[in-house]
């Protein structure tokens, strides 16, 4: 099998290539148009790791709608006519507009409707739909949920790293299970993908799957730390989701989980 790495400088790429063979892979970049004249002949499946991904600084609709709807879209109907079988195409979680929320757990399911709300989110939904109308194509849509791994961009599981330093740490009255992923399990789940020959929406997840404040108490013990937690500041936290911004409450007091028995974790 030749697998084709579209966006090879994507930190989850980079993870991903460092467990293949590197004969069995060849790598292409949407920064230029070298993708249109590309030959596609040789290759087998293509993963589409290219994204812009959600920043408050970026606001171009258009940019956004290129490089995650119209250009993953172009290259699968070039390649399926040059024979390409398969297109994985890493996907969000952004797609569903749902996220979690204090107090509470959201179960992400089949039925969840995808009502996005960001242009990241509106675009890669786009992209899925377009590459869903590519006839002879088997495509698989990958919905990530939160990344995290040594190096890692973004700021989610560095807080909770940091707190992971604490002795003792205030949790509300119950912990909501919580699905992330680690980069190291992307890798292993795409893998798993390869060989799997049918199309649809798959969302991988660590197993088992921890509410947030357990994964803190978990991280604290690898570090040496018998961390303490305790509820008896549960209604101060219900007053601080009222004023603290509220990305930070709701994910750590609340609850996002995707529904392992809909969509296989393909982590275990």
């Not at 697998?3 to 467990?19: H, Q, R, T």
């Not at 063979?21 to 004249?37: F, I, P």
């Not at 509470?104 to 939904?125: D, M």
Request: net charge positive; proline share 5%.
């Amino acid at each position: 099998m030749k697998i084709l790495i579209v966006g090879p400088n994507s930190f989850i790429a980079k993870v991903f290539m460092s467990e293949l063979y590197r004969e069995t892979y060849t790598t292409l970049s949407v920064r230029d148009e070298d993708w249109e004249e590309y030959d596609y002949s040789a290759i087998d499946t293509i993963v589409y790791f290219a994204a812009i991904v959600h920043h408050p600084e970026i606001t171009d609709e258009a940019l956004y709608n290129k490089v995650n709807a119209e250009i993953p879209f172009a290259m699968a109907k070039k390649a399926v006519v040059q024979g390409v079988k398969k297109f994985i195409y890493i996907s969000t979680m952004a797609v569903v507009g749902l996220g979690p929320e204090f107090g509470k757990v959201n179960v992400i399911t089949r039925k969840t409707p995808l009502i996005s709300n960001t242009l990241y989110g509106k675009s890669k939904k786009k992209g899925e739909e377009l590459l869903c109308s590519v006839e002879g194509l088997c495509v698989q849509l990958v919905r990530l949920p939160n990344v995290y791994g040594k190096d890692c961009p973004g700021t989610f599981y560095h807080v909770i790293e940091k707190l992971a330093l604490l002795r003792f740490m205030p949790v509300y009255w119950t912990n909501y299970k919580f699905s992330l992923i680690s980069v190291q399990n992307v890798a292993k789940a795409l893998r798993k993908l390869l060989s799997i020959e049918e199309g649809g929406v798959y969302i991988p997840q660590d197993i088992p799957i921890l509410s947030i404040t357990d994964r803190v108490k978990v991280l604290a013990k690898a570090n040496g730390i018998e961390q303490i937690q305790f509820k008896w500041l549960a209604p101060c936290l219900w007053i601080a989701n009222k004023i603290l911004p509220r990305k930070y409450t709701n994910n750590l007091y609340g609850g996002y989980l995707v529904d392992p028995k809909e969509y296989p974790c393909l982590t275990d």
